[in-house]
């Protein structure tokens, strides 16, 4: 996905114009045409690498920062937004929210900000009020890729040679002989409402006997990168700017989390990885010694300038269909953000068989085409007889980007695909048989001399 077109005609816009300069004049100091340059600010052009390069030397212009320029966070931000039942009868396609974003990217911008202060389906204040919609909204700008991270994790992998090695033990010495923490693994009587615990009276990061393998390693991960991603983190918070203290201790759980994923699944070979087994989550989960959420987030994350993965989408739910964790990365799938989620999307079956992933070709209303996948987890710390919980895990990728994946193998991505909605509310389809409510804006229509497909029929169908 290296060669994966860049648009971000708003972001050298932006540049052009706190500098000063006419198209004429950025262009010459670029050595490009004016018309070129007129081309990329409409994007009409994508940006090549050569031309990231002369605004790198020219302008002092930072890549990385593309991910976080975007307009409402782009194409995806902006089409997660309407998929809002409040604009569910406005049929707005791909194609002019492109326009939108190439013709008026300030407005793009201000609808994004209106939308997220109001809340969705017209509330009150979200985002002064509601921690987690602002944690939300700053990992979309970012397409939850953070590049410093990434690279304190690279450097920090490869410094302890992890590829050969023992994560969890390379991490245990580190903590012990550089920070002067000991690690110790307390039973279940010790510790029976608690997985992890630091003691800085004793000098003692504490770990239930609860957790699995890659969850301990998991769990040494995040208390390293409290201490040695604290510089990076700390200037991703300050860049939040969030006035919510609960927001920006969630933010930072967040990052840290995102650390010790990016240090057990290092950027560069993780992605080799996934292209060499075709995105063979199970095998991925056995190389890196992970869990399936754990590889499933990081596979979102997958937005290296340059080195790009698959844009995949991972959406987390119980058995009431809640959502407790939505993760777009560079995807356009509006199925992470709705508030419903469709009946006949498998994402729900897959409590029906525990442990085993269940591929499904979707499409949604709009016309676009994903294949998606989903299985059962279970968190760490169930013991026998307790009261436990279980979640189903959703990834989803465009079924045109589809092909080389493992789970693809044998599926017709051109054919016949299950027609989905994004909840009642929200979806127009007719002729629903799985239909409980009419959306959102049109009238409920009884009729006692016929009976349809769908149980509820509703104006303008």
């Not at 995105?279 to 994350?301: K, P, S």
Request: include cysteine; charge should be neutral.
């Amino acid at each position: 996905m290296a060669d994966r077109k860049l648009l971000a005609g708003h972001a050298v816009r932006r540049l052009r114009r706190h500098a000063a300069l006419t198209q004429a004049a950025m262009a010459e100091t670029l050595a490009i045409s004016p018309s070129y340059l007129n081309l990329v600010e409409r994007n009409q052009r994508p940006l090549s690498a050569q031309l990231l390069v002369k605004l790198a030397e020219c302008f002092d212009f930072d890549p990385r920062a593309l991910a976080a320029a975007e307009p409402g966070g782009g194409e995806a931000g902006i089409r997660r937004r309407l998929a809002d039942p409040m604009f569910a009868d406005l049929d707005i396609d791909r194609n002019e929210v492109e326009e939108w974003l190439a013709g008026a990217p300030g407005g793009a911008e201000a609808f994004a900000r209106a939308f997220d202060r109001i809340g969705a389906g017209g509330g009150a204040l979200v985002e002064g009020l509601d921690p987690v919609a602002q944690v939300r909204r700053e990992i979309d700008h970012w397409r939850n890729h953070f590049p410093d991270l990434d690279a304190a994790a690279e450097r920090l992998a490869d410094e302890m040679r992890l590829g050969a090695g023992d994560l969890y033990g390379a991490v245990a010495d580190r903590l012990r002989i550089k920070h002067q923490l000991s690690l110790r693994v307390l039973p279940v009587e010790v510790m029976p409402d608690m997985l992890r615990r630091l003691d800085l009276h004793a000098r003692q990061l504490q770990l239930s006997e609860l957790l699995d393998p890659a969850s301990r390693a998991f769990a040494v991960l995040f208390q390293l990168a409290q201490i040695e991603a604290r510089a990076e983190i700390d200037a991703l918070i300050a860049g939040a700017g969030f006035t919510d203290r609960a927001a920006e201790h969630l933010h930072r759980r967040h990052l840290c989390s995102y650390f010790a994923a990016a240090v057990m699944m290092p950027y560069a070979r993780f992605l080799r990885a996934c292209e060499a087994t075709g995105y063979d989550i199970e095998l991925l989960q056995r190389r890196f010694g992970a869990g399936f959420e754990q590889v499933a987030h990081r596979l979102t994350t997958l937005q290296r300038v340059g080195a790009r993965g698959l844009p995949f989408f991972m959406i987390r739910i119980d058995r009431a269909g809640q959502a407790s964790k939505r993760f777009s990365g560079a995807s356009s799938a509006a199925l992470v953000e709705a508030d419903g989620r469709c009946p006949l999307w498998r994402l729900h079956h897959a409590f029906e068989r525990p442990g085993s992933l269940t591929v499904q070709l979707v499409e949604v209303q709009d016309g676009g085409r994903w294949l998606t996948m989903a299985r059962t987890v279970t968190p760490q710390g169930r013991r026998y007889g307790a009261t436990g919980a279980e979640f189903a895990v959703g990834l989803g990728v465009e079924a045109s980007l589809a092909g080389a994946l493992a789970v693809a193998r044998g599926v017709d991505l051109a054919g016949d695909a299950t027609p989905i909605g994004l909840g009642c509310r929200a979806c127009l389809r007719v002729d629903c048989p799985q239909r409980s409510a009419p959306p959102a804006g049109r009238a409920l229509i009884v009729n006692e001399t016929e009976r349809r497909l769908s149980p509820i029929s509703f104006a303008g169908d």
